[in-house]
């Protein structure tokens, strides 16, 4: 696969759907680069506290002349399954969806419908999946018989926040994901081949709801297959007033632990991400990987690509030449 290795002197025309934490996020960070533009917000709100230009999500398609990326910042839980192949057949899109079960197929749909309408599609780019998929492919291919661990948290969850609040009699809701401090360091030692993402990790959500639905929100979260099943999951309700002041912060952060017998030797590999804001975060490598998915669509590509199909230069505004010199 080839595309050009220079950065190029037309800006790329970005758009965003969605305009919640994330999609806040990629405007500010849209904004910072150095190649591109933001030339509008799609959103089914008629006002939004931005100066970007807004239309309604209804007519995206018509705008999709003057669009060279399109960043979906829409919720994994529900949005993007019923959403996202629509915009592939207009636009180039970029998403963050993050049900990891289900990445497969959410590839296989959307590929179909860029290829349809000649375009690109890169999915699930945030940083697990995504960054961490990287990791995890990369660490592996090190050691003829890797052991491999992912652990999640301590932080702030943005798609499984997203499927606490989508659960009937949610007002307010979060959820944080816990790892075990212990079997962080089983892993590193070693000793990993029966931990599981289950077994290492805790959920604790907290929620704001009327007292006479707490009991059916309970069963509707720790029940939920894919996002809270089959972890440990504890649902606490909270006052609006303990929501505000408590919970509106959103770290998050993880490991990759990797470690193997090379021949005689034992190493390790381990990739850790602390994030002040995990909205923020995660628009970065969504961002990124826009660049990477216009520069795909120039050069002739359709079709959907995950993190693991594409070169690192592509992510750069630094020409290809200039990032060997640098960084090899």
């Not at 595309?3 to 910072?32: C, D, H, M, W």
């Not at 894919?226 to 490991?255: C, K, L, Q």
């Amino acid at each position: 696969m080839t595309t050009s290795s220079a950065a190029s002197t037309t800006p790329i025309r970005a758009a965003i759907v969605g305009y919640g934490n994330l999609g806040r996020s990629v405007e500010k960070l849209v904004r910072a680069q150095p190649d591109m533009e933001l030339v509008g917000i799609f959103s089914r709100r008629a006002e939004l506290d931005t100066d970007t230009p807004v239309f309604p999500a209804a007519s995206a398609a018509d705008h999709a002349a003057d669009v060279d990326v399109l960043f979906l910042c829409l919720g994994s839980a529900t949005d993007i399954p019923e959403q996202a192949t629509g915009y592939a057949r207009h636009f180039t899109t970029v998403d963050t969806y993050d049900n990891h079960k289900l990445v497969p197929d959410h590839y296989a749909a959307m590929g179909e419908a860029a290829r349809a309408g000649g375009h690109v599609a890169m999915v699930s780019t945030g940083w697990d999946p995504g960054l961490f998929s990287l990791n995890r492919t990369l660490a592996d291919a090190l050691f003829p018989d890797a052991q491999q661990n992912t652990f999640w948290g301590k932080g702030l969850s943005q798609g499984h926040s997203d499927a606490v609040r989508r659960v009937a009699g949610v007002k307010k809701g979060v959820q944080y994901t816990i790892p075990s401090e212990d079997a962080i360091a089983e892993a590193k030692a070693g000793r990993g081949a029966e931990i599981t993402g289950a077994s290492a990790h805790v959920r604790e959500c907290y929620v704001v709801a009327d007292e006479a639905d707490h009991a059916a929100i309970t069963e509707a979260i720790t029940t939920m297959p894919d996002y809270f099943a089959p972890y440990s999951t504890t649902v606490h309700f909270i006052t609006e007033e303990e929501f505000e002041r408590d919970h509106r912060g959103m770290p998050h952060g993880g490991h990759v632990v990797t470690s193997g017998d090379l021949g005689g030797s034992r190493s390790s590999i381990e990739f850790a991400l602390e994030l002040g804001s995990n909205p923020d975060f995660t628009a970065a490598s969504q961002v990124a990987y826009g660049r990477a998915a216009a520069r795909l669509k120039a050069s002739g590509q359709t079709g959907a690509f995950t993190v693991l199909e594409v070169a690192p230069y592509l992510l750069s505004p630094v020409p290809l030449q200039e990032l060997i010199r640098r960084d090899v």
